[in-house]
């Protein structure tokens, strides 16, 4: 079989609503497996303006808002419109972006039909429970989720750290990583504008601290802001650069009013924006991979994260950046001393850091997910279904 003999149906929950890592992985996605001769179309949520303009033939499902989270929609039904739809561009292959309903039934459906469903997994929603006070849903949704990742042929994660966590929740036995790369052309050391820094009221030799992301809870903002806390107790000298928008805007900057917030930034002016700060903090424990963390890395910026997945399998640990026991305030604090008052380490570890980046090839990443969905439709072929159909209850 040929890239050529590809016809994918690929259902999202939210493909190009929002500006995000994993939509704009998606759409990458799609956009190489058109490129290489393969038929895709695209099943999800729309809305009249969305984040960005969708790559390949997009069909919009049935969904309603979320309650409090507008730029998001949940999708409802696989509906009938849908499926003669789906029926029609008769796909070999189906590739599940998100846990929802809508998601479930196509995975249904595509079984029924003897056709191989591959899931790729983009977060751990398990996890944003804890930032709204509901951590008892947690092993429930854990459940709910292997329900379904069990049932399909393979999944793929973004980071061989994440995908660790899927194996010990027994999510899958057939799981392959699927990585991200970096704009290597757009996110450079080049981009840093010393007047562009200036006109926010930055001083030049003042060390500049990058939060790169949705300013939304499940970041954590609040282990973020803490931690800002801790170096002013610590009187070591910093400004801090917000690069992002979203629905915890409002208390982020009230919690952090001497912080320069930039808003949202895309492509070269979000390159600018990153290469001119001088490292990037990201405490976050719910991403799977940390495009954030790879974008700091090629703009030439050490990294002080969460040891968490995602960003454990990115920065190697004092060498292109620090990584740091979930929510511990006082040795992020620490980390993020060492590079505030070194400039020396700071450029020894971004250096470190831009040699590791260059490793993430966009097309050499996409062919992986190709040559997975081949093997599947193979497998069915030759009458192997997934393997934990026959070897878990």
Not at 10 to 16: A, D, P, Q
Not at 130 to 136: A, E, I, T
Not at 353 to 381: G, H, M
């Amino acid at each position: 079989m040929e890239m050529s003999d590809l016809r994918i149906a690929l259902f999202s929950g939210n493909y190009n609503m929002t500006v995000d890592g994993a939509n704009k992985a998606l759409n990458r996605l799609v956009g190489y497996l058109l490129s290489k001769g393969a038929q895709v179309r695209v099943y999800s949520p729309t809305i009249d303006n969305p984040g960005f303009q969708p790559t390949g033939e997009l069909v919009s499902v049935p969904s309603m808002v979320i309650p409090n989270r507008p730029e998001y929609r949940i999708p409802l039904s696989f509906s009938r419109r849908v499926q003669r739809d789906i029926e029609a561009f008769n796909p070999n292959v189906l590739h599940i972006s998100s846990p929802d309903r809508v998601s479930r039934q196509a995975a249904a459906w595509a079984r029924r039909r003897n056709i191989p469903v591959i899931a790729s997994v983009h977060t751990r929603f398990e996890t944003y429970f804890r930032y709204y006070n509901m951590s008892f849903v947690e092993p429930l949704m854990v459940a709910w989720i292997r329900k379904l990742y069990r049932r399909c042929d393979a999944l793929i994660a973004p980071s061989e750290s994440f995908a660790q966590v899927l194996r010990e929740q027994r999510m899958n036995f057939d799981i392959g990583i699927w990585t991200r790369g970096v704009e290597r052309d757009i996110f450079s050391p080049d981009r840093r504008d010393m007047e562009w820094r200036r006109s926010i009221g930055l001083a030049d030799d003042e060390p500049a601290i990058a939060f790169l992301g949705r300013l939304v809870m499940e970041k954590g903002l609040d282990v973020f802001a803490d931690t800002i806390d801790q170096l002013k107790r610590q009187k070591v000298r910093h400004e801090v650069i917000v690069i992002g928008e979203g629905p915890a805007g409002d208390w982020f900057r009230s919690r952090m009013p001497n912080a320069k917030f930039v808003g949202f930034q895309s492509g070269k002016d979000l390159a600018r924006a990153m290469a001119s700060s001088d490292m990037l903090f990201n405490p976050s424990v719910t991403e799977t991979f940390g495009n954030v963390t790879l974008e700091a890395m090629a703009c030439g910026k050490p990294v002080v994260a969460a040891r968490a997945t995602g960003s454990a399998s990115i920065v190697k640990d004092g060498v292109t950046g620090y990584l740091v026991e979930p929510g511990s305030i006082t040795g992020f604090a620490d980390r993020l001393q060492n590079y505030c008052n070194d400039p020396g380490l700071r450029k020894k570890h971004g250096n470190a850091a831009l040699a590791e980046s260059n490793k993430y090839d966009w097309d050499t990443i996409n062919q992986v997910v190709a040559d997975t969905y081949i093997r599947l439709i193979r497998q069915r072929q030759s009458g192997q279904g997934p393997i934990q159909s026959k070897a878990i209850r």
